[in-house]
């Protein structure tokens, strides 16, 4: 039995059997014309070019970033591995030269910690002659900045005026800076809990960046003398911890007024002048306050008796009265 099939059906038939599918997924554009069958080539060599197109390459990665160290002064660091959790210990892997951490580049810190070296440079030579001219003798002043930490805080400005925040910047003045919280924790003051908040920032501010405080966690120090200091109001008190923060001065400043509408009756408009302050707080470590304390012990040592009439001969008497 023979199959009439025309030759024309058969011939297309197999035409779309030999091609794929892929090529009825892709735009196509019929060419009917030579120069869009220039245009159709010259785009399948663009495609060729593409680098998108080609899957074959592989993805270029940024370079892996090595984590940099501390410096050996820095607070963050642990130091002491007693302290750390046995399974801390055991996830630490050995340290080998291809993992180690790569030291700070001094060349990449220099644009933020040494800005202006030539500055720098001259400043120096200056402090350099100055110290030759005084034989290199250092002022009380310039020894006790070296050699005592302290820190000044200024808070942003407060709705309040100066009246209502002078009586709270006293209150807090001499005294620790736990106490000095503990205060305005129990104050029934408005302002009293923005205090607090700054007292927070304030001691923060102090242990990071001057590190204050810290001489109860520091290793490797002697062992540290109890002090006695006496406080403004007159009150005596034993300092174990010479490193301990207190609230040495506090004071108000006046800040710009505001503006605000108060309506009043028949249509009128008042304008308010709501003030603001600020409260700056400046802060020691005990060890300041019980060298002022022997200071003083030492200066009421050395003051001589004060005597109403001097030891010396009566001169100038007569027996008589002269009227």
């Not at 370079?63 to 410096?71: C, E, H, K, N």
């Not at 034993?238 to 108000?252: F, L």
Request: a positive charge; hydrophobic letters at 30%.
């Amino acid at each position: 039995m023979a199959l009439h099939t025309p030759s024309k059906r058969l011939g297309s038939s197999a035409l779309t059997l030999t091609t794929s599918f892929s090529t009825h997924l892709t735009p196509h554009c019929q060419s009917r014309t030579l120069f869009s069958w220039l245009r159709s080539s010259t785009r399948s060599k663009n495609n060729s070019l593409d680098p998108l197109a080609n899957t074959s390459r592989k993805p270029v990665l940024p370079p892996s970033q090595t984590a940099g160290d501390l410096a050996p002064s820095s607070i963050f660091e642990q130091e002491d591995p007693a302290s750390r959790s046995p399974s801390q210990l055991a996830s630490q892997r050995p340290v080998t030269p291809s993992s180690r951490p790569r030291r700070r580049d001094p060349s990449l810190t220099a644009p933020a910690l040494d800005p202006h070296p030539l500055a720098r440079q001259r400043w120096e030579r200056k402090i350099l002659i100055r110290s030759l001219h005084r034989r290199f003798r250092t002022r009380k002043s310039v020894q006790l900045l070296r050699t005592e930490r302290s820190s000044v805080s200024k808070s942003h400005f407060l709705e309040t005026s100066i009246k209502k925040l002078g009586p709270l910047a006293r209150q807090i003045a001499g005294k620790p800076i736990e106490d000095a919280m503990m205060q305005m924790r129990f104050s029934k003051k408005k302002v009293a809990g923005e205090v607090l908040k700054h007292l927070r920032y304030a001691r923060d501010e102090a242990v990071v960046r001057r590190g204050m405080g810290l001489g109860a966690v520091q290793d490797g120090q002697e062992k540290q003398k109890a002090g006695l200091v006496v406080e403004k109001s007159g009150r005596k008190r034993i300092v174990g911890d010479r490193s301990a923060i207190y609230v040495d001065q506090a004071w108000v400043g006046r800040g710009s007024y505001g503006k605000e509408p108060d309506y009043r009756a028949r249509g009128q408009i008042y304008t308010l002048r709501p003030p603001t302050t600020s409260i700056t707080v400046l802060l020691r470590e005990e060890a300041t306050r019980i060298r002022l304390s022997e200071e003083k012990e030492e200066k009421r040592k050395l003051k001589k008796a004060w005597v109403p009439l001097p030891d010396r001969p009566v001169t100038a008497q007569k027996q008589y009265c002269l009227w």
